[in-house]
């Protein structure tokens, strides 16, 4: 849950008297603050909650240490980085993952998401750097490019002589079986996944950005480019529509390519 989507009394309360035992609460990498209720509601309640910290690549080593200490003092049991742009390269994730192992005393954890096809590359490294917690999805399910992919990341983990507890046979018969009845489309890189991550963008702005592009016949390359100039965060997504209008015009940030782009777009 992400304090100001959700609140204690709408949403914990009852998530409480529904029986759920284990909360994640999310924020934007430099606002740990807004979690502080949240994640102090929860500990008092005797629940397990760990505290994710969103677009971590957007932030110092420094500060992201700074941010996990906040949510460790709430009482979170583990900090989870979350690499919601596919940003993230090795050397950054061994970097900040080391860095939060070696300064906190809870659990820290990491979520890829696959924009360059780093997804299981980077889990692994963080595995090696301290993390005790990795998210993945089955087939790699999940916003844009999608996650680690879970039976690789497992079947990597075996071939490196390293115990998971999972049964790696019943997960590719899920992924096999299962899988293709719920996802509307298979997961992996696409042109516009591995522009968002090479630009830091969050990839949940894909179907905006394509929006836009296509209404203002511009290059949704170049408007992924200028969010992340722009640094553009989740909630922003009016930025996006700005962003295609003033690309469509003669004096656009690249004219050249958007009349390229319009001309091919005709062809």
Not at 8 to 35: M, Q, R
Not at 50 to 76: D, F, R, W
Not at 104 to 118: D, Q, S
Not at 238 to 266: C, F, W
Request: hydrophobic content about 40%; proline content about 3%.
């Amino acid at each position: 849950m992400i304090p100001g989507f959700g609140t204690i009394h709408d949403n914990l309360i009852p998530a409480i008297h529904d029986g759920v035992e284990v909360f994640v609460i999310g924020c934007h990498c430099t606002e740990a603050d807004t979690t502080k209720q949240h994640i102090s509601f929860l500990r008092n309640e005797g629940k397990e909650v760990y505290g994710v910290l969103m677009m971590y690549h957007m932030a110092s080593t420094e500060k992201i240490l700074e941010e996990a200490q906040k949510m460790q003092s709430y009482g979170a049991l583990g900090v989870i980085l979350m690499d919601s742009a596919g940003a993230s390269t090795p050397e950054l994730v061994q970097r900040t993952i080391s860095t939060l192992y070696d300064n906190l005393h809870i659990h820290v954890g990491f979520h890829p998401h696959n924009n360059m096809g780093m997804a299981v590359a980077n889990a692994y490294t963080a595995y090696q750097e301290g993390a005790s917690i990795i998210d993945g999805t089955l087939r790699g399910f999940g916003a844009g490019a999608g996650n680690c992919q879970l039976e690789d990341f497992v079947a990597l983990m075996e071939k490196c002589g390293i115990r998971t507890g999972v049964d790696l046979y019943k997960l590719l018969d899920a992924s096999e079986e299962v899988m293709p009845r719920i996802m509307g489309k298979e997961m992996g890189q696409d042109p516009l996944s591995i522009v968002s991550g090479q630009n830091g963008v969050f990839s949940g702005f894909k179907l905006h950005v394509q929006k836009a592009a296509a209404e203002f016949s511009v290059d949704p390359k170049d408007i992924f480019k200028e969010l992340g100039r722009r640094k553009a965060v989740a909630g922003q997504e009016d930025m996006i529509v700005e962003i295609a209008e003033k690309l469509s015009r003669p004096t656009g940030y690249n004219s050249g390519h958007n009349m390229n782009y319009q001309l091919e777009s005709l062809l």
